[in-house]
Structure formats: structure tokens, C-alpha cells
């Protein structure tokens, strides 16, 4: 695997998803040393199931373990901190992560009980975790998803649980954005592979998952990012954190450079209606037997244009879906290859989330 290199795979098992992301990634070619100590960083902010769309699924951290056991790797541990207010050993349990510590002699690092190091990037000083400062390969899991300030959250914002919680206040007071990039300059994940199942829709805590029943694999956190706010329909203007890690050195943002490895196609599975905030999206789509990682791209798409008032603009329901193969109706609109039969239908297998604004846009003119 290479920096420029996304993997990416779609499915509803996490554990088999996971395994075909390190069959590709070949995991021995970038920790040649066995002896190596790797760390496992989830996203644990608060202390809910991962069905909640707020955190990482534990099936990908168990099949990770188990990978790594099976190359001969015995120094692995899992680091997290919740945010500041909510108990890391609460959200390790509410995971069955005690039982996962317990069974492969892996163990659990709360970072609230860490020792810490300062360092200063861009003027901003931090505490950082020394075991994340002192592991060998740092393996981050993100869980892409909305989040209330940042707007998303994926790689770059997962390393905010490597810090004190005194540094968190201090994030927060400083905006976020400048003290995240600083942060990932100090210490970024050595590979991030993604949990993009089920993210939430625009809040980190969780409670409107969309379904999106796919993975991805990275080793640069900055383009990780970026493919990620491709994935939600942001501009890079929307994600400032990203270009400020870019200027920083963590990474490139350039898509237009990336090579993205697919390893197979989206498939169509029942899709989990939206819920709660994200249903109201629904009403403006007209599915047939969508894979869920293109009605998820949709909802996401919708949730854009909502915000700068644009779903009013949305005159026509928007098809999509494989029961669309085969139909020709020049009076409907569709997005997906599955629709490209009906009068204005957008490429793509899925399409990503940006893409479909800017049709849907098109579409008032
Ligand atoms: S274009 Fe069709 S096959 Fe491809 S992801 Fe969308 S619904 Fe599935």
C-alpha cells in the first residue's frame, strides 16, 4: 500500500471487510518488525453501540487483533479517551471491549489515566498520550460522521482521544480546527482504516445513523479526509482542519492524486430507512432496491443542500436504486448507473454525496 493508494470495500460484515482491507493493505510490508508495538485507536467518544452511528463497530478492532496475532505480532493494544465528561472504561465496556481485552491479551488503554507529553506546534500546546507517542505504528478507526462543530469527523479529529482532557477544553476554546491539524503534526495514525457503516448523520454523539454499509483504508489521514468529505458532499472550504494539516505536512488533500482501489462492488442490501433527524431527507427520494452506500451518499447529499436552503429547490423525487435497470422514463430523474434509462440520471457506482449536489443543483435551473 502505498500514500496515495484508498482501499475501499462495501458490505454488511464488518469482520470479513476488514480482513479483505488487510489482505490488500499487506500489513507485514509496512510493520516489518514483529516485535513492534501497535496501537488500536477507536473512536469511543461516548459510551453507546456502534449501531448508533456514534462509534467504531468492535468486530473491525477484533478482526484487526486477530490479522495481526495470526502475522505474529504480540504488542498490541487498544488506546481511546472519551470526550471530556464521559468515562473511557464505560465505553469500553458498553463495547465489549473487556471481553475482547480478555480473550487476546490485548490491553486497554484509557487515556484519561495515561502520562503525558507537551508539545507545541503552531503555538498551541498540548498534552499528548506517551503511549500513543511511544507506539511504534498507531492503526486509528475512525468512524466517519457528522459532527456538530467540525462539521465531519474521520481521521484527523480521531487523534483528539490521544490527548489530556485539559488539552480538550483547550481544542475547544481554540476552535478546533487550528488545534487539530497541530495535533496530527505532532503524531498522525500510521494507517486509518475507516468505519463508514453506519456514521452519523451531523452529530458526533449519534442517534441518526445512515447506512452506508462500507470501509476504507488510508495511510495519508489527510487524504483520508478529503475522500471522506467527498463521501459526505463537503467542499474542502467546509473542513478548514484539512488544509490546515496539509500546510502542516501531515498530508496531501488532492484527490485528483489518489489511487482508489475498490475491491468490490456495492451491493444491494435492505436499506435501514433513516430515523429521527435524517427521515425528513427520505421524502425527496423515490428508492428501488438501493445498495445502501448510494442512499446513504443521497441522505447525505439531501442533508447539504437543507442547510443552504435548497431542498425547497428540489421540485422532482430522485430516483435511485437497481429496480431502475432497464426502465426508461424520460419524465424522471435518477442518481446512480442503475438509473441512467431515465431522463437526467447521474454516473457513478455509487456516486459520491459531492457529485450529487451538484446535479440535484442542475436540476432547478
Ligand atoms: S448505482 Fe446502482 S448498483 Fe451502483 S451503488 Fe447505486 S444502486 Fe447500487
Not at 323 to 330: E, L, N
Request: overall charge negative; proline content about 4%.
Amino acid at each position: 500500500m502505498t500514500k496515495q493508494d484508498i482501499i475501499i470495500t462495501y458490505g454488511s460484515d464488518a469482520m470479513k471487510m476488514t480482513r479483505a482491507l488487510l489482505d490488500k493493505i499487506d500489513i507485514e510490508s509496512l510493520i516489518p518488525n514483529k516485535q513492534a508495538s501497535i496501537a488500536l485507536k477507536p473512536n469511543l467518544v461516548v459510551a453507546v453501540t456502534a449501531d448508533s452511528g456514534a462509534t467504531t463497530h468492535p468486530e473491525i478492532v477484533i478482526a484487526i487483533i486477530e490479522y495481526l496475532q495470526a502475522k505474529g505480532y504480540r504488542d498490541i493494544s487498544i488506546v481511546e479517551s472519551a470526550w471530556v465528561g464521559d468515562s473511557t472504561k464505560e465505553g469500553f465496556r458498553v463495547n465489549g471491549y473487556n471481553q475482547i481485552s480478555g480473550r487476546y491479551k490485548v490491553p486497554l488503554v484509557d487515556v484519561k489515566d495515561d502520562s503525558y507529553t507537551k508539545k507545541t506546534v503552531s503555538g498551541i500546546t498540548m498534552d499528548v498520550s506517551d503511549t500513543i507517542l511511544e507506539t511504534d505504528f498507531l492503526i486509528s478507526l475512525p468512524v466517519l460522521k457528522g459532527h456538530c462543530q467540525t462539521a465531519m469527523t474521520c481521521a484527523l479529529k480521531n487523534m483528539k482521544g490521544c490527548l489530556s482532557d485539559r488539552s480538550k477544553r483547550l481544542f475547544h476554546s481554540l476552535g478546533l480546527n487550528r488545534p487539530i491539524a497541530a495535533l496530527n503534526a505532532v503524531r498522525c495514525a500510521d494507517l486509518v482504516i475507516v468505519d463508514s457503516l453506519n456514521g452519523d448523520l451531523d452529530f458526533e454523539e449519534g442517534g441518526n445513523p445512515v447506512q452506508t454499509n462500507r470501509m476504507f483504508a488510508c495511510m495519508d489521514s489527510v487524504l483520508c479526509d478529503s475522500y471522506g468529505a467527498s463521501l459526505m458532499g463537503f467542499e474542502l472550504e467546509d473542513l478548514p482542519y484539512i488544509q490546515l494539516a496539509e500546510d502542516l505536512g501531515v498530508g496531501e488533500s488532492d484527490l485528483t492524486t489518489a489511487n482508489i482501489i475498490q475491491l468490490n462492488e456495492p451491493s444491494e442490501e435492505p436499506v435501514a430507512r433513516p430515523t429521527g433527524r435524517a427521515n425528513y431527507l427520505g421524502r425527496h427520494t423515490e428508492p428501488q432496491s438501493a445498495c445502501s452506500a448510494c442512499y446513504g451518499n443521497l441522505v447525505h447529499a439531501l442533508k447539504r443542500l437543507d442547510e443552504v436552503n435548497r431542498l425547497k429547490n428540489v421540485k422532482q423525487n430522485i430516483c435511485i436504486g437497481q429496480g431502475y435497470k432497464g426502465v426508461t422514463d424520460p419524465s424522471k430523474v435518477g442518481v446512480g448507473i442503475c438509473t441512467r434509462g431515465l431522463g437526467k440520471s447521474l454516473p457513478g457506482c455509487p456516486p459520491k454525496a459531492i457529485d450529487m449536489i451538484k446535479f440535484i443543483k442542475e436540476l432547478d435551473k
